[in-house]
């Protein structure tokens, strides 16, 4: 069984619903009702950003994720196994620097005096630049040493390829493509992704964007074959645009608008505006309530 679980489902600005970060959560067998009668037997954290720990914090006190509180009531940071990066963007990283220390010096075995360590998983080219250019300046010093990337987490870096593209969670695959968020001077260019998820015994699947302009024809065949669909989306039009916007995903068939969750959006969602739109869709993606993706 996998669920899905949006820490936050608000773009990098918004205030009210946090950065759009998800907890992925497996369990060999299947539970009935809205909450699980025990913890889940892997965790995937998709990206960590700024609001992160916060967003966290606040989801540890939800009936079900109870696993993700300490005794005194912290945060279980060695709870989540698995974290893979979509792109280096503050909303989707700016937590890592907390969840490293934490695990190094609080949840340090007392009888081997290792830290706990969660699997990072992203691209070589993102996995280097997030070490040198984003989270080196708060981490690279242990007491009376140095320190790498590799202190803090185990390493599993993947080439956006056929066959080196993939990680699972359980029984799960999750494949990585690229988005189109912000390019430089091709399309791709900056490393950015989302994931295309699969059920392979059953043959169904979730498709998750990550952060991206309006890409349809590069995705397409995966949103047709999905079961669900999230994507990225802000409610505005704007030129030179990193995000899609809603009028570009009101151009999505219909078909596929139907299963599909919007995301990655600001703190005017409750205006009335959207109302008619949004009928078109499947809704909002709201934060912090677990959605069935397979069973």
């Known amino acids: 069984m996998l669920t899905l679980t949006f820490l936050g489902v608000g773009s990098a600005f918004a205030k009210r ?5 998800c907890l992925f959560e497996f369990w060999e067998k299947p539970w009935q009702g809205d909450v699980p009668t025990k913890p889940p037997d892997d965790t995937l954290l998709v990206d960590f950003g700024v ?3 916060m967003a966290l914090y606040d989801l540890k006190d939800k009936p079900g994720f109870e696993y993700l509180s300490t005794p005194w009531k912290a945060i279980n940071y060695p709870a989540i196994r698995k974290v893979f990066i979509t792109h280096q963007h503050a909303d989707h990283i700016g937590g890592l620097e907390e969840m490293a220390l934490t695990n190094t010096f609080v949840f340090k075995d007392s009888k081997t005096g290792k ?4 699997e990072l998983i992203s691209t070589i080219n993102i996995l280097v630049n997030l070490w040198d250019h984003s989270l080196k300046g708060g981490l690279n010093t242990i007491q009376n040493r140095y ?5 803090y987490f185990f390493i ?17 695959q999750f494949e990585i493509f690229p988005t189109d968020h912000v390019h430089i001077e091709r399309k791709y260019d900056w490393p950015s ?25 590069a995705y397409m065949q995966m949103m047709d074959k999905a079961d669900v669909c999230f994507h990225d989306c802000q409610l505005f039009d704007q030129t030179d645009a990193v995000h899609a916007s809603l009028n570009e995903c009101l151009s999505l068939p219909e078909q596929l608008r139907k299963k599909t969750y ?4 600001g703190d005017n969602f409750e205006d009335k505006t959207w109302e008619k739109p949004m009928s078109n869709f499947k809704g909002f993606a709201r934060p912090q309530i677990r ?4 069973q």
Not at 158 to 172: A, E, S
Not at 262 to 265: E, G, I, K, N
């Open 193 to 217: 992704y989302g994931l295309y998820v699969c059920d392979q015994q059953r043959g169904q699947s979730a498709f998750f964007s990550g952060d991206t302009r309006f890409d349809y024809p």
């Open 115 to 118: 830290p706990f360590k969660a």
């Open 291 to 294: 959605y069935k993706l397979f």
């Open 156 to 172: 599993r870096a993947l080439i956006c390829q056929p066959g080196k593209n993939q990680f699972h969670v359980g029984p799960y």
């Open 262 to 265: 919007l995301y990655h959006y």
């Open 147 to 151: 320190a790498l990337l590799q202190d």
């Open 51 to 53: 609001t992160g720990p």
């Open 17 to 21: 619903n946090y950065n759009s970060n």
